[in-house]
């Protein structure tokens, strides 16, 4: 069966983008595929300037988060990725194996230095931190949106390098598990919906908070601007309702969409419902884990645990094959 892992920063709120392109799918499969491995991963979030509290807050607030969205500690493992040490062992690792201009090409990397003065190094390595990741556990899918797929083939360039040089077939090449929501737009619809670009709505949001954001939010300029009738593909707020709304729905909102039978603020209060549906029970978890805060702990320790034990079963082989291992008497 495929062992899957996957990751999210603490860098801010669990936003409907990181729920739909990553987060539900890992709520399913967990149920279809026993010991997955879902981790906080807090070493990515320090790669540009930050604060510790925080930080630290943030990494609370993730863990709630992730419990609260549905992961259940008894099916899968989730865990914070600074307390399984090996993630970054193995990271060096694969540090030795990356040509430089791989990681210059990432279009991530160059988005994110291109706004700066100097560029932290760990910018650049994050792919490669992020292919010690996977690999640890010798993951082979990879549930994520799809702003991670360059990082993926990186990934499997670097499990073919090492195999090639230590041990064919040793680590597996990693491929996306994409949703069909594999890139939610932000509400200004000019980029993904991004915790640094602050265009999200945060899953742990009021209904109110959602309203707020939702009635100002982009949808098809010609719609709005009355030019002909609408063509709801290429609306932020129809991508939403693909995600939050039935089919009935969905057909319902193109049919009143195309003959301008609803304004775009009738279609965004269907949408609001449906939205308000799916993530109350989520609001509710979280409000449960809040009265009951050492169910994260354990839930977190637990994940840990089993993530350490993979972790430490994968380095003892990747450090004998390549001449690592602890030194014994020379052979005579
Ligand atoms: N807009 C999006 N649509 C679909 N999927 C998305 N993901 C993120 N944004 C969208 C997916 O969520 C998972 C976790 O993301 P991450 O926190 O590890 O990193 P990210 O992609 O950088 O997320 P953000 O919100 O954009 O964070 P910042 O602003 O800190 O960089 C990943 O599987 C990602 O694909």
Not at 31 to 45: E, I, Q, R
Not at 50 to 63: G, K, N, T
Request: charged fraction near 25%.
């Amino acid at each position: 069966m495929a062992r899957i892992f996957s990751g999210i920063q603490p860098s801010g709120e669990l936003h409907i983008g990181n729920y739909l392109g990553a987060v539900k799918n890992w709520v399913q499969l967990q149920h279809t595929h026993p010991g997955s491995l879902f981790c906080v991963v807090d070493y990515h979030a320090i790669s540009g300037n930050y604060d510790p509290a925080v930080l630290r807050a943030r990494r609370w607030e993730m863990a709630r988060s992730l419990l609260a969205a549905g992961l259940d500690p008894s099916k899968a493992s989730v865990f914070m990725q600074s307390d399984v040490a090996e993630h970054t062992e193995l990271s060096w690792i694969f540090t030795t194996l990356t040509p430089l201009g791989d990681l210059e090409r990432q279009t991530q990397y160059k988005d994110k230095s291109a706004k700066l003065e100097s560029i932290p190094a760990g910018i650049l390595m994050y792919p490669v931190l992020q292919a010690a990741d996977i690999l640890l556990y010798r993951a082979d899918t990879v549930p994520v949106g799809e702003d991670q797929v360059q990082h993926l083939e990186l990934a499997r360039d670097t499990s073919r390098k090492w195999n090639a040089r230590f041990g064919e077939g040793f680590f597996p090449e990693p491929q996306p598990l994409l949703t069909p929501t594999r890139r939610i737009m932000g509400l200004d619809g000019q980029a993904k919906m991004s915790k640094s670009l602050g265009n999200t709505i945060g899953l742990m949001e009021s209904d109110e908070e959602i309203w707020a954001k939702l009635r100002p939010a982009m949808t098809d300029p010609a719609r709005v601007r009355k030019i002909d009738p609408g063509n709801p593909e290429v609306c932020n707020i129809f991508q939403l309702h693909k995600a939050f709304s039935s089919a009935a729905e969905q057909a319902n909102v193109v049919q009143q969409c195309t003959t301008a039978g609803w304004g775009c603020m009738d279609c965004k209060k269907v949408l609001h419902t449906n939205m308000v549906q799916e993530l109350t029970p989520i609001r509710r978890r979280a409000e449960a884990l809040d009265a009951e805060p050492q169910r994260i702990l354990d839930a977190m320790a637990t994940g840990a645990q089993t993530a350490r034990a993979i972790a430490q079963e994968t380095m003892r082989e990747v450090r004998e094959r390549m001449g690592l291992e602890t030194l014994t008497l020379p052979k005579a």
